[in-house]
């Protein structure tokens, strides 16, 4: 069966440093989403991208965040300076392939941010 | 931001029984609803959805319930198996043309099956 998978599982970075993370959405799939969970708090909705542009972003997606799909497979999350209270649980999540906004957002198994 | 709740951070039942979690949702604009299973370490992982237009989707055990004039929705699993055990978020996506399918979460019910 066909998922999201993310790289890497976990890293460690230091504050003020860049991370990029990567996710590979499934295939067909035309729609991609970054959500992240800070420890005991809600799944937080970042941003969802749509045919090469951002297509909504939330009130935490700043200028330090930006999402870019490289190549026809990997969609990926850049953090430029990254501040303690990024630490978090990174989730990228996909859906499609035709109307993305009436199809179901399959999630992949998340990236763990730590920042110190 | 508190469009999705989930106001029980638990649930305990003995496998077999039915379980039923809850979800509220404030926004009338909401056009889709999800559930999602998450273990620890683990992305959330799709179980049962349900569009505004219907009141009940089934899918095996799971079946999800809606009650749009109270804004409420509800999954049952019967019968509870111990490998359901895990958090349930419930979450919704708003339905404008201004939504490019963000989906907001609830604060997720932890269920445990014991035997």
């Known amino acids: 069966e066909p998922e999201v998978t993310q790289t890497p599982s976990h890293q460690v970075t230091q504050m003020g440093q860049e991370v990029i993370l990567r996710c590979v959405p499934i295939?067909?799939?035309?729609?991609f989403y970054w959500y992240r969970q800070i420890l005991g708090q809600k799944v937080e909705f970042l941003v969802s991208?749509?045919?090469?542009?951002?297509?909504?972003k939330s009130e935490i997606f700043d200028d330090q965040f930006s999402v870019e799909r490289p190549d026809g497979s990997n969609f990926t999350l850049k953090i430029r300076s990254t501040k303690l209270e990024d630490s978090a649980m990174y989730f990228c999540?996909?859906?499609?392939?035709?109307?993305?906004?009436?199809?179901?957002?399959?999630f992949g198994p998340g990236t763990r941010l730590l920042v110190l | 931001d508190q469009q999705v709740k989930q106001n029980s951070p638990s649930l305990s039942v003995q496998e077999g029984r039915i379980s039923i979690l809850n979800c509220d949702y404030t926004?009338?604009?909401?056009?889709?609803f999800l559930w999602y299973k998450k273990y620890p370490a683990e992305g959330p992982t799709f179980l049962i959805s349900?569009?505004?237009?219907?009141d009940k989707n089934e899918d095996g055990r799971f079946t999800v319930f809606l009650n749009k004039s109270a804004k409420h929705l509800s999954l049952h699993i019967v019968p509870s198996q111990p490998g359901d055990s895990a958090v349930y978020f419930c979450?919704?996506?708003?339905?404008?043309?201004?939504?490019?399918?963000?989906?907001?979460f609830g604060a997720g019910t932890q269920v445990v099956v014991t035997p």
């Open positions: 991208f749509y045919n090469n542009e951002i297509s909504e």
């Open positions: 999540a996909s859906s499609g392939p035709r109307d993305g906004r009436q199809e179901t957002q399959y």
């Open positions: 349900i569009s505004s237009i219907k």
């Open positions: 295939s067909n799939h035309l729609y």
């Open positions: 926004n009338s604009m909401f056009d889709y």
């Open positions: 979450a919704a996506r708003l339905g404008s043309d201004d939504s490019w399918g963000k989906l907001q």
